[in-house]
C-alpha cells in the first residue's frame, strides 16, 4: 500500500521498552530505504533511524545504543525496538520510505505513515 501503518505505540514509565511497527506494500519495502522519524511537542520532526537495503543503520546520537531498527521483508514490515525510554523520547513517531538513507533529510523521504503517539512518563 502507497501509505505506511505506524503501530506500537503507547505509555510507558521511564527504561520501560516499546517496540514500533510499520507495515508497508511490497512495493515501497523493496524500493526504497526505510526510516524513522519522530516530532516531540514544540520540535521539528527529526531522523531517528534508517536502515539501507544493504542492512547497514544509522542512529542519532540520542538513541544510539537504545534502538534498533530492522526489516522483516516477509511481513513487509519495519520495527523500532526501543529500550531504556526516558521522557525525552516522548513524541510521535513516523514511518518514512525514501531515496536517501542513511540520510535523516525529511526532503529524501516520498512516503509517510500517519505516525504513533509514544509517552513515556516518569
Known amino acids: 500500500q502507497v501509505q505506511l501503518v505506524e503501530s506500537g505505540g503507547g505509555s510507558v514509565q521511564a527504561g520501560g521498552s516499546l517496540r514500533l511497527s510499520c507495515v508497508a506494500s511490497?512495493?515501497?519495502?523493496?524500493?526504497?530505504?526505510m526510516g524513522w522519524f519522530r516530532q516531540a511537542p514544540g520540535k521539528e520532526r527529526e531522523g531517528v533511524a534508517a536502515?539501507?537495503?544493504?542492512?547497514?543503520?544509522r542512529y542519532s546520537d540520542s538513541v544510539k545504543g537504545r534502538f534498533t531498527i530492522s526489516q522483516d521483508n516477509a511481513k513487509n514490515t519495519l520495527y523500532l525496538q526501543m529500550i531504556s525510554l526516558s521522557t525525552e523520547d516522548t513524541a510521535v513517531y513516523y514511518c518514512?520510505?525514501?531515496?536517501?538513507?542513511?540520510?535523516?533529510?525529511?526532503?529524501?523521504?516520498?512516503?509517510w505513515g500517519q505516525g504513533t503517539q509514544v509517552t513515556v512518563s516518569s
Open positions: 511490497r512495493y515501497i519495502i523493496n524500493r526504497y530505504c
Open positions: 536502515i539501507e537495503r544493504d542492512g547497514s543503520t
Open positions: 518514512a520510505a525514501g531515496s536517501g538513507c542513511p540520510s535523516f533529510a525529511r526532503y529524501l523521504y516520498t512516503y
